[in-house]
């Protein structure tokens, strides 16, 4: 009864497949990693596919296609294979196909991206599909083994490529640079290994596993290597989940997948000048905050770094003028309290209480010393969290009466510029002088400013 089922199956994915390979200009597969653990799960949004393959069906390339990849991206035939039929039957009902519903909602706002990377670098369009093995398409997934991100990166592989793990932010999350690192690293095994199995079988339990294997059995066919068990248990599996993932997701319509995939969005990057709370540009910036914020899951406080820091937002295309002018504005995009030093206070107390990096406190108070600190010196602490406490110190925002100096508008200077040197925020420079806080500044322009206790500072 369960072999019929399975025969069943197996020719009704191969029709489907067909249909796919004549409708998508021949483009077949997709990718993955590790599945098994199904039940807890790592989750995010709709995504479309590209291709599939099974049994007796091959994958083609486009005509136009002349890149060195062309007689080797799956090219062979699959194999009949009895971990495949497990995997489709896993996945096309139940919890598994729960769980591939899941994935593939969350993979949707990301997909367009990584196709276009895929093509770019003539790799398989099946590839798209193996972050639904590792880490469930979820940007935060961390593995037992402390493999982070999408693509899975261990703190030991991100060396060659452009991935920083600092107080700041964790790029192994990042879904732009985790996916140009994963696809580089999987084209090099491809070179390695001459064959897109051995690449996937690889990145799964590493290249040196795969090619002493290869050296010391003399066979390097993954399906050979993986039916003498000469790979690892998770690496004989990997494949074909890959496959059986690849074919379902590929079936729009069927299995309770969506006949058509949600809007794709294109992303760009957005260079910035100042570190900025990336909750308030999405606000307003009418961007769908969770979005905003899974695109830049790799941050630690959902606070961009400094600027010198080279940082850069990653934007819908479409909504890239409306940020550009979120960005021009002079406006606080980070929420701040001015803090009035009390006796016994540190920099490293203070940045406790108010849960930030002590670098964070020292961006936004320029010669701030933490040996010197002088009691009535003001600081601005930028509140990334929105549950802190208040904490004796703390400076209402009224304050504007005590304000007796004067600052004289210069060449360059901006609202922004100026609240840092005062320690105050935009808003509330604004407010001091009854202006509103769009208002264009001009040199000659008088504004009042507060006279903090200890300080001095000179037109």
Same mark, same amino acid.
């Given at each position: 009864?369960?072999?019929?089922?399975?025969?069943?199956?197996?020719?009704?994915?191969?029709?489907?497949?067909?249909?796919?390979?004549?409708?998508?200009?021949?483009?077949?597969?997709?990718?993955?990693?590790?599945?098994?653990?199904?039940?807890?799960?790592?989750?995010?949004?709709?995504?479309?596919?590209?291709?599939?393959?099974?049994?007796?069906?091959?994958?083609?390339?486009?005509?136009?296609?002349?890149?060195?990849?062309?007689?080797?991206?799956?090219?062979?035939?699959?194999?009949?294979?009895?971990?495949?039929?497990?995997?489709?039957?896993?996945?096309?009902?139940?919890?598994?196909?729960?769980?591939?519903?899941?994935?593939?909602?969350?993979?949707?706002?990301?997909?367009?991206?990584?196709?276009?990377?895929?093509?770019?670098?003539?790799?398989?369009?099946?590839?798209?599909?193996?972050?639904?093995?590792?880490?469930?398409?979820?940007?935060?997934?961390?593995?037992?083994?402390?493999?982070?991100?999408?693509?899975?990166?261990?703190?030991?592989?991100?060396?060659?490529?452009?991935?920083?793990?600092?107080?700041?932010?964790?790029?192994?999350?990042?879904?732009?640079?985790?996916?140009?690192?994963?696809?580089?690293?999987?084209?090099?095994?491809?070179?390695?290994?001459?064959?897109?199995?051995?690449?996937?079988?690889?990145?799964?339990?590493?290249?040196?596993?795969?090619?002493?294997?290869?050296?010391?059995?003399?066979?390097?066919?993954?399906?050979?290597?993986?039916?003498?068990?000469?790979?690892?248990?998770?690496?004989?599996?990997?494949?074909?989940?890959?496959?059986?993932?690849?074919?379902?997701?590929?079936?729009?319509?069927? !299995?309770? =997948?969506?006949?058509?995939?949600? $809007?794709?969005?294109?992303?760009? %990057? +957005?260079?910035? &000048?100042? #570190?900025?709370?990336?909750?308030?540009?999405?606000?307003?910036?009418?961007?769908?905050?969770?979005?905003?914020?899974?695109?830049?899951?790799?941050?630690?406080?959902?606070?961009?770094?400094?600027?010198?820091?080279? !940082?850069? =937002?990653?934007?819908?295309?479409? $909504?890239?003028?409306?940020?550009? %002018? +979120?960005?021009? &504005?002079? #406006?606080?995009?980070?929420?701040?309290?001015?803090?009035?030093?009390?006796?016994?206070?540190?920099?490293?107390?203070?940045?406790?209480?108010?849960?930030?990096?002590?670098?964070?406190?020292?961006?936004?108070?320029?010669?701030?010393?933490?040996?010197?600190?002088?009691?009535?010196?003001?600081?601005?602490?930028?509140?990334?969290?929105?549950?802190?406490?208040?904490?004796?110190?703390?400076?209402?925002?009224?304050?504007?009466?005590?304000?007796?100096?004067?600052?004289?508008?210069?060449?360059?200077?901006?609202?922004?510029?100026?609240?840092?040197?005062?320690?105050?925020?935009?808003?509330?420079?604004?407010?001091?002088?009854?202006?509103?806080?769009?208002?264009?500044?001009?040199?000659?322009?008088?504004?009042?400013?507060?006279?903090?206790?200890?300080?001095?500072?000179?037109?």
């Amino acid at each position: 009864m369960g072999m019929g089922r399975n025969i069943f199956r197996r020719q009704i994915v191969r029709f489907i497949l067909f249909t796919l390979l004549l409708t998508a200009g021949g483009h077949a597969f997709a990718g993955m990693s590790h599945i098994p653990a199904v039940k807890g799960e790592h989750s995010v949004s709709p995504a479309p596919a590209a291709g599939s393959f099974t049994g007796a069906v091959k994958y083609s390339q486009t005509a136009e296609r002349t890149d060195h990849y062309q007689a080797k991206v799956w090219s062979s035939t699959l194999p009949e294979n009895s971990r495949i039929d497990y995997y489709l039957d896993y996945f096309s009902q139940g919890e598994g196909l729960a769980y591939l519903q899941r994935c593939i909602n969350r993979a949707e706002p990301f997909i367009p991206f990584i196709m276009e990377r895929l093509e770019a670098q003539g790799m398989p369009p099946e590839i798209l599909y193996l972050p639904v093995i590792e880490s469930a398409f979820r940007m935060d997934a961390i593995s037992r083994s402390g493999a982070a991100g999408m693509w899975q990166f261990m703190m030991n592989s991100i060396d060659p490529y452009d991935i920083h793990v600092n107080v700041w932010q964790d790029d192994r999350r990042d879904f732009w640079k985790s996916t140009e690192a994963a696809l580089h690293k999987l084209e090099y095994n491809y070179r390695r290994t001459g064959d897109w199995y051995l690449a996937l079988a690889a990145y799964n339990c590493g290249l040196g596993r795969v090619t002493r294997t290869i050296a010391s059995s003399g066979i390097n066919d993954y399906w050979e290597l993986s039916e003498q068990n000469l790979l690892p248990a998770e690496t004989r599996n990997y494949v074909p989940k890959l496959a059986a993932v690849t074919i379902l997701s590929n079936s729009k319509g069927s !299995y309770g =997948l969506p006949l058509h995939w949600g $809007a794709r969005i294109q992303w760009e %990057k +957005v260079p910035i &000048e100042k #570190s900025v709370d990336i909750r308030r540009i999405a606000d307003k910036a009418g961007i769908d905050q969770d979005l905003f914020l899974t695109a830049h899951k790799e941050l630690n406080y959902g606070v961009t770094p400094p600027a010198s820091t080279g !940082y850069e =937002l990653k934007v819908p295309t479409d $909504a890239k003028e409306v940020v550009l %002018k +979120v960005l021009d &504005e002079e #406006s606080d995009l980070l929420e701040f309290k001015r803090y009035r030093i009390q006796s016994g206070d540190t920099l490293s107390e203070i940045a406790e209480w108010y849960r930030i990096p002590v670098s964070m406190i020292r961006e936004y108070n320029p010669g701030v010393n933490s040996r010197y600190l002088r009691i009535g010196q003001v600081l601005l602490v930028p509140l990334v969290h929105k549950d802190i406490p208040e904490r004796k110190g703390v400076m209402t925002a009224d304050h504007s009466a005590s304000w007796t100096e004067s600052y004289t508008i210069r060449e360059g200077d901006s609202l922004w510029g100026i609240s840092r040197r005062y320690n105050l925020s935009p808003e509330e420079l604004a407010a001091g002088n009854k202006m509103p806080l769009n208002s264009v500044i001009k040199p000659g322009m008088v504004l009042k400013v507060p006279s903090l206790e200890g300080e001095r500072h000179e037109n």
